[in-house]
Structure formats: structure tokens, C-alpha cells
């Protein structure tokens, strides 16, 4: 099993920062993709970036240029650093896990509002 550990969420004004954490333990394998997602209020859960073991990234459209993904294997932690924060950024935000067979491991989500 995999457990996945959030941290770094909050609130903070618009055109400000933060930086969201994810911290992996249990039964990990180091071929694995690891994302950030968010899903506001009556709204599908949807993808925020991802990022594959070789480093391979890719972004959602509404974030690129402002959110940066990135990993240290080394702590089994994946980080989004947040920038430029925008009202329509709020949200809860979730770390994902995914395995190279494809399953799946999801953290607690973790609130980030951004006030206007």
C-alpha cells in the first residue's frame, strides 16, 4: 500500500504564491507518475500537472506559465509551486500516484483559496 501525505495549502491573496507538498511511503516503486489535481465545488475533478519518473511534465492550460511541477525521489515528494495565484485557482487539491501497472493512490486533498 501507498499513503500520500499533503501539505502547504491555504490562503492567500491574488497574485500570490504557495507551494503544496506530497509525501509518498509504503510499498513504492520508483517507475511511477505522480500529478496534483483539484476539484472545486460541482465541478469534475480535473488534472493539474503531471509528472512521470524521467521528468517528463505537462500542464494544464489554465495553469501553465504560473504552476511548476516537480519531484525529489530521493524524499519520495512531489511539489507544486504555485505563482501568480488567481481567484479561479481556488480550490481542494489532491496528489496522485500512479503506478506502472495503473493503479491508482490518492492523498486526503488539501484546501488552497485565493481571495480577490
Known amino acids: 500500500q501507498v499513503q500520500l501525505v499533503e501539505s502547504g495549502g491555504g490562503l492567500v491573496q491574488a497574485g500570490g504564491s504557495l507551494r503544496l507538498s506530497c509525501v509518498a511511503s509504503?510499498?513504492?516503486?520508483?517507475?511511477?507518475?505522480m500529478a496534483w489535481y483539484r476539484q472545486a465545488p460541482g465541478k469534475q475533478r480535473e488534472l493539474v500537472a503531471r509528472?512521470?519518473?524521467?521528468?517528463?511534465?505537462n500542464y494544464a492550460d489554465s495553469v501553465k506559465g504560473r504552476f511548476t511541477i516537480s519531484r525529489d525521489n530521493a524524499k519520495n515528494t512531489v511539489y507544486l509551486q504555485m505563482n501568480s495565484l488567481k481567484p479561479l485557482d481556488t480550490s481542494v487539491y489532491y496528489c496522485?500516484?500512479?503506478?506502472?501497472?495503473?493503479?491508482?493512490?490518492w492523498g486526503q486533498g488539501t484546501q488552497v483559496t485565493v481571495s480577490s
Open positions: 509504503g510499498s513504492i516503486f520508483s517507475i511511477n507518475t
Open positions: 509528472i512521470t519518473s524521467s521528468g517528463s511534465t
Open positions: 496522485n500516484l500512479r503506478t506502472i501497472v495503473n493503479r491508482d493512490y
